[in-house]
């Protein structure tokens, strides 16, 4: 969906960089909740986003939708699940991380938990971000209901085909329609703050380090 050079650029700006970018062009917050953060490892994920929605349920069924766009979705894509916050329920673990990392996928970002947290750091490089981490099930509790179609995720509305950007900073999207320009615009803003932090350390002084730019 997007080109290579898109993901790569992204992958090269921070995402506090693509947060103000998205303050600015959108004129709207992009950045996810800050309990969604890094689970497993310190790795950035850069992708669009497909979407998965889930809601309470006392059937025990599989997450239908979540595996079938698992193993359906275009490689490089990011699963977002939308579980209206729920911390105490884990939406996703090691064996839908195995199905996701041997198609390719980027990463998920869970508006709930996730489990096997050791096992997917000892036997995976796939990254999640998630609100918290739980040893509980679905089954029983949530099932999925759609896929592809917007969904709210960390305070966020997540539009399929949007870009996720993830650090260690958290989670920011990126509306599908300001791509480039967000990415023009974050681009600039760590060349920016690059030359202010290399004048502080000249100049050995905040104050004149900033005077060029001021602080944006």
């Known amino acids: 969906m997007y080109s290579k050079e898109v ?34 490892s310190d790795k950035k994920i850069v992708g669009p986003a497909v979407t998965i929605l889930e809601g309470p349920t006392d059937e025990f069924v599989p997450p239908k939708h979540a595996l079938d766009a698992i193993d359906e979705c275009p490689e490089g894509s990011v699963i977002v699940i939308s579980v209206h916050g729920e911390k105490n329920v884990a939406v996703w673990g090691g064996l839908m991380t195995a199905g996701a990392e041997v198609n390719g996928l980027s990463g998920a970002v869970l508006d709930g938990g996730v489990r096997d947290v050791t096992e997917i750091r000892r036997d995976s490089h796939f990254q999640v971000f998630a609100r918290s981490v739980s040893p509980a099930t679905t089954l029983g509790r949530f099932k999925t209901l759609s896929s592809n179609e917007p969904v709210l995720c960390g305070g966020i509305m997540v539009h399929p085909g949007d870009l996720v950007v993830g650090d260690l900073d958290g989670v ?6 300001h791509v480039e320009g967000v990415l023009k615009m974050a681009t600039e803003i760590e060349v920016r703050e690059a030359e202010q932090a290399k004048l502080i350390r000249q100049h050995k002084s905040l104050r004149e380090g900033l005077a060029k730019y001021g602080r944006i």
Request: proline residues 5%; aromatic residues 4%.
């Open 172 to 177: 920011v999207v990126v509306p599908k329609a």
């Open 7 to 40: 993901i790569e650029g992204f992958m090269k700006v921070s995402t506090a960089s693509v947060s103000d970018a998205v303050d600015k062009i959108a004129g709207r917050r992009g950045y996810m909740d800050h309990d969604v953060k890094p689970r497993i």
